[in-house]
């Protein structure tokens, strides 16, 4: 029998973006970016990286995992916090070197580390004196 959640290889632009078959394209440090989203509100909550471990535990599990690029490490979120994220939904995008990841949060709801709710907390503004950041709501 064949491993169920092993990555086709990656053939001719085409099949990539029009065909069937799942095959992620790793950066030169075996990572694929993965942003997560909320499923109700649709609400980006954080942008996080993959390896291949991470993507297969993640589609093997329903649960996210994530390399932390900081601890040179995989993790589970929600392990230290309880906010796990149960995957609704994977999608890929047209060429597949990103993940978006639909996800119920278990816990309090958030995703940062830093106690918010999302890691998009602040917003870019710009003036005469230049670019600074607003702290927003969450």
Known sequence: MTNPFAFALRGAKAEIEEGTSFAPKFDADGLIVCITCDHKSKDILM????????????????????WSRSRQS????????GQVQSILEMRVDCDQDAILLMVETGGDGGACHTGRRTCFYRSVEADSAGAHLILRGN
């Open 74 to 81: 995989l993790w589970r979120k929600g392990d230290t916090s």
């Open 47 to 66: 942008v996080a990286y993959m390896n291949v471990d991470a993507l297969k535990l993640s589609i093997e599990t329903g649960i996210a995992h994530y």
